[in-house]
């Protein structure tokens, strides 16, 4: 059974993973209270993927809640989806980390992580045939980046062939909670290029655009974590339905992974989702049932359905597709996102030299209501997150602003250079994908030195 081992550090990754774990016992019909499958258990449907099943019939998470001081873990085991971890599944320390990746990746947030690793090989033991991680931590925090760059790294170091599959919040200019989010920003995505296989990137500004635009709920400017998280827990449950549910295509992580990506550092997605399985959702109202495929494609394809604030041109590699809904067929959904790519002026936004650019895999909605699809891109669009925060990060480096938290820590400057310089590489392997549109439009170009 292709298990997947799903990890959550720091406030952020312990709320998601939280929210995708729950999200799954819903899903596949887990009585809450006894773990145990229901009796209207879905048939032919694989809730072993996230969870281990135990002789007593009891279900637990193949989870671990990493964090360095017990504040989010405290909320979880209060929650309503405590039951479905045990003791094992938590670690954590005495002490916060002041929001510095320094403490988190060397300090004591180090020790956590070397702690946790006998528990991963413990869990890596029970499963048959893994195959993955699927990690959630903000880039911004000092758990999230100091801790969870460390994690992955670590565990690919023991496990090469392991794939790591990362879902991160990324900073944006305009939430930062602290000034040191775009150092801890850069300096963990210095390892994810380096250890993650595949990238799910989120931003909160984004999602309130999305929640705003989408939503028929009047937020007023007043949506909250959790109505964050919940469009990232719809996300994910409709990114995962495909490998828990019979799908067409029958995809595992790692076949999704090789149709989409063609170089090793190029792995981070745009994910345009679309959920209009209840009629909150404004599509809803509108979705023509008979014929749904123009509705799912253009609204995926428009740009208030991404989850990333990114460059609205630039070119597009491949595309993997993973909807859920009673009507829906493959091959119509390929020949709508064919046409789509067709589609004057579209065209030249698809990359020419790859073949097949669309993997898609379809789950049969169990009831009339569900219609949900996700579009992951992988494109070189997402450079304006990258962009942004190399600019944003070059500006306090240069002028090494808040860098005593760093060093005190026994961090060396060369870390950030080393960082920095690899995160323009990044930006420059993208940059074939943009037109001059952007490159150069606000930026003096001197930023190389
Ligand atoms: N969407 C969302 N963002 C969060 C949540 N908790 C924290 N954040 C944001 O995530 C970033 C990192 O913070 P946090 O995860 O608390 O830091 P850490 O615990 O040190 O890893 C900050 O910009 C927060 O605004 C959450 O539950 N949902
Ligand atoms: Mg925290």
Known sequence: MREIISIGIGSFGIMTTDNLIQGVAEEHQLNSDSNEAGSGVIQNSYPEIFFDEFQSGKYMARTLLLDADS???????????????????????????????????????????????????????RCDAPQGFMVQYGLGGGAGSGMGSLFISKVVERNPDILMSVQTLFPHRQALQSTLEVYNGVLCSHFNVENATLSLPFQNPQLSRYLKNKLL??????????????????????????????????????????????FPRLMHMTLAFNGFSSSLWKEYTTLDKSKPYNTFINTLEDNQSNLMDVYTRGKILTTYGSFRGQFLESIDLHRE????????????????????????????????????????????????????????????????AHLHYYTNEGMDEMEFTEAESNMNDLISEYAWGLDNYYMGEDDEEEEEE
Not at 340 to 354: D, T
């Open 337 to 400: 996102l064919v046409k789509y790519q067709n589609k004057y002026p579209n065209p030249k936004q698809f990359c020419e030299w790859i073949d097949d650019k669309h993997y898609i895999a379809v789950v049969k909605g169990q009831s009339e209501q569900q219609q949900q699809g996700i579009l992951l891109q992988n494109s070189c669009q997402i450079t304006k997150c990258y962009r942004d925060m190399c600019e944003d990060f070059t500006i306090q480096f240069r002028r090494k």
């Open 217 to 262: 709920i009047p937020h007023g400017g007043g949506a909250t974590f959790e109505d964050y998280n919940s469009v990232i827990q719809q996300a994910l449950l409709t990114f995962t339905s495909p490998l828990r549910f019979p799908s067409t295509s029958h995809p595992t992580l790692r076949k999704i992974t090789t149709s989409i990506i063609p």
């Open 71 to 125: 504040t989010a873990i405290d909320t979880v085991r209060a929650g309503p989806g405590s039951s479905n971890y045990g003791l094992d599944n938590y670690s954590c320390g005495k002490t916060g980390l002041g929001s510095l990746f320094a403490k988190g990746h060397y300090g004591e947030g180090g020790q956590i992580v070397d702690a946790s690793m006998e528990k991963v090989r413990a869990l890596l033991e």
